[in-house]
């Protein structure tokens, strides 16, 4: 068993903290809010940090599951930061989707602390989480992966090393694209059948045994003609995600029409002030 920080505990991060402390490892938890923090302490045990310094200090493995480039380069190399009090060959894995750049530049920073770096995005969303059951998608070095891997199987059914670092982040944002695109064909699709007076479950019922099939569909597609969207991965969270992709594809080229266009229907969620709905909420904007 091994000495664990972990910093973030989001929708996320709560649950995939839970599942270290659930499979025997010393775990410390930091969360900028501290409430969320002792309330994770008072259901795992463990212990709970005031910085990302004192929960990493000691640790053998540090994780992380924030918000954005801004708020991973807080906890690693700012202030207070975990790189200053990590021990030499101590593995930080990142769970946060951020870029590509940003898993470089501190993979960089860790290397010349004496430190390894991981970026492992995950995809599964809070039930995923909840139920140990994400994809963890990794990019770093052989070594450090292979060490690092066993852990992240407390809460990962596929942890698959990609290649160097800032694979993970890349093949989230291929993942992030899919989805896209997925949600928004959904959302058509099951609008058109409602303005065509088609019973919608029965529907559902039929097409997801045929080549229409997805995750989305199977998990999303009745509670959107239900209109029920207070839940899961929130409108605003993948509104980050795509400007990411976006900007990925503006510096290596790629074409990315449709997901361009998806993301300005997320800003008008947004905008509307359902930032806070599931990404599901597309079809609102189909809805008469």
């Known amino acids: 068993m091994a000495k664990v920080a972990f910093l973030g505990l989001g929708v996320m991060g709560y649950p995939m903290a839970g599942h270290l402390a659930a499979a025997g490892h010393d775990v410390t938890v930091y969360n900028r809010t501290s409430a969320k923090a002792d309330a994770w302490h008072k ?4 212990a709970v940090a005031t910085t990302p310094a004192d929960a990493a200090r000691g640790a053998e493995f540090v994780f992380s599951c924030v918000g954005d480039d801004a708020d991973i380069i807080s906890v690693t190399s700012a202030e207070h930061g975990a790189f200053s009090a990590m021990s030499a060959n101590a593995v930080f894995i990142d769970n946060t989707t951020a870029s590509a750049d940003v898993a470089r530049e501190l993979y960089a920073a860790a290397k010349e602390a ?32 292979s060490r690092a891997e066993p852990l992240m199987s407390c809460y990962g059914a596929r ?4 290649g160097a670092t800032g694979s993970g982040q890349l093949t989230k944002m291929v993942n992030q694209i899919c989805i896209a695109g ?37 998990n999303r597609g009745s509670t959107m003609a239900r209109d029920e969207f207070d839940f899961g991965f929130a409108v605003d969270w993948m509104r980050k995600d795509l400007r990411i992709c976006l900007a ?18 997320y800003a008008a969620l947004s905008y509307q002030g359902l930032g806070r709905n599931d990404t599901s909420a597309l079809i609102r904007l189909l809805r008469r």
């Open 114 to 145: 004496g430190l390894h770096f991981i970026d492992a995005p995950v995809s599964g969303g809070q039930a995923g989480a909840e139920n140990g059951k994400l994809t963890v998608m990794c990019g770093g070095d052989d070594a450090a992966f």
């Open 182 to 218: 997925l949600v928004q064909g959904l959302s058509e699709a099951l609008n058109f059948g409602k303005q065509a007076d088609l019973d919608l479950e029965k529907v559902l019922g039929v097409i997801s045994g045929g080549a229409a099939q997805s995750w989305q569909m199977e």
């Open 248 to 265: 990925e594809a503006a510096n290596n080229g790629a074409e990315l029409p449709v997901t361009a266009l998806v993301a300005q229907f």
């Open 43 to 46: 259901q795992h045990g463990g």
């Open 159 to 162: 942890v698959t090393h990609m």
